[in-house]
């Protein structure tokens, strides 16, 4: 299963909280092993300015990571299941 499909999963689980965790474990191992290939992709095409462009994919990456978070929480301010599932899946 990919990453995607494990998030889409997370949002069907409802409040099992056991559930919850184990899906999203399940999803950030799959994110790691894709990891390496996304560094080592780097490395490989443009290895002289390799460190500018990781530096740069990165910080847009934890950036988005922080405002993620607060996206979902503004369009789930009523703290509703079916909410919480459209905010994950937008059309």
């Not at 056991?18 to 490989?44: I, K, P, R």
């Not at 950036?63 to 929480?73: G, R």
Request: positive net charge; glycine residues 6%; contains cysteine.
């Amino acid at each position: 299963m990919s990453t995607a499909t494990l998030l889409v999963v997370t949002g069907y689980t409802g409040c099992d909280r056991v559930l919850t965790v184990a899906v999203m474990f399940a999803a950030l191992a799959c994110t790691c092993v894709s990891f390496t290939v996304v560094g080592v992709n780097q490395l490989d095409l443009a290895p002289l300015h390799a460190g500018k462009i990781m530096g740069l994919t990165y910080a847009v990456a934890n950036l988005a990571s922080i405002a993620a978070p607060h996206a979902v929480a503004i369009l789930t301010y009523h703290r509703c299941v079916l909410l919480r599932r459209s905010a994950l899946m937008v059309p």
